[in-house]
């Protein structure tokens, strides 16, 4: 059964304007990935954030860790169409085996 | 970087036929999962695969209907077998290209309809 939520599950905004999407789980993890996914094509790796790290950069991308909340978000400043796609959280509690949330559906107006 | 691809990348199939998916990884790794992604659904974990062993399924998968092969430790394939409309999904390989804990890389997918 899938361990984490996403919300929201949809959100469209205006290029230029920032998106936040959160996730929660259930159990204690090791790390937590999120991942991009383009018209039901393959993942695209983003940023990887392990558990005793609390905020990560990468580009435009910042990823938070609340372990005590079993949460995390994950917000693109400055937002592009070519953003446009489904985001998902992935936690890896158990040698790499990935739990999906239900994934965030992002649109980006030009 | 590391590539993992998968072929066929769509297949149209026949219900009560079977189809093969390969995942090719150009490095070795320890361990390459499957998962499958329902129409507008997340990512579902079916199994571990790992280089001489059987393959380790989650609740709700079962060998008979999805019987996995790990020959080495650049290889993988996942069958659907018996498939019926229900199994219309996108499968994904994947794989901890640079060890346990690290970043997990995908392959592209195979878009699976069953008639």
């Known amino acids: 059964s899938q361990q984490g939520e996403e919300d929201p599950q949809a959100l469209s905004i205006q290029e230029g304007e920032n998106a936040t999407m959160n996730c929660s789980y259930k159990?204690?993890?090791?790390?937590l990935q999120w991942y991009r996914q383009n018209s039901g094509r393959g993942l695209v790796h983003l940023i990887l954030?392990?558990?005793?790290?609390r905020e990560k950069h990468s580009g435009r991308l910042r990823v938070t860790l609340d372990t005590s909340k079993k949460s995390s978000s994950l917000l693109i400043t400055a937002s592009r169409a070519a953003d446009t796609a489904s985001y998902f959280c992935a936690t890896d509690a158990q040698g790499g085996k990935l739990i999906f949330g239900q994934g965030t559906e992002l649109s980006v107006k030009p | 970087s590391a590539v993992i691809s998968q072929k066929p990348s769509r297949d149209i199939c026949q219900r009560g036929t079977s189809l093969t998916i390969q995942c090719q990884v150009d490095?070795?790794?320890?361990?390459m999962f499957w998962y499958r992604q329902q129409p507008g659904q997340s990512l579902t974990l079916i199994a571990t695969a790992n280089q001489g062993s059987e393959a380790t399924y989650e609740s709700g998968f079962v060998i008979d209907k999805f019987p996995i092969s790990r020959p080495n430790l650049t290889f993988s394939t996942l069958t659907v077998s018996n498939m019926s409309p229900e199994d219309s999904s996108i499968y994904l390989c994947?794989?901890?290209?640079?060890?346990?804990?690290?970043?997990?890389?995908f392959g592209d997918g195979t878009r699976l309809s069953i008639l």
């Open positions: 159990t204690s993890i090791n790390n």
């Open positions: 954030i392990r558990s005793n790290e």
């Open positions: 994947s794989a901890n290209l640079a060890g346990a804990g690290q970043p997990q890389h």
């Open positions: 490095s070795q790794v320890t361990m």
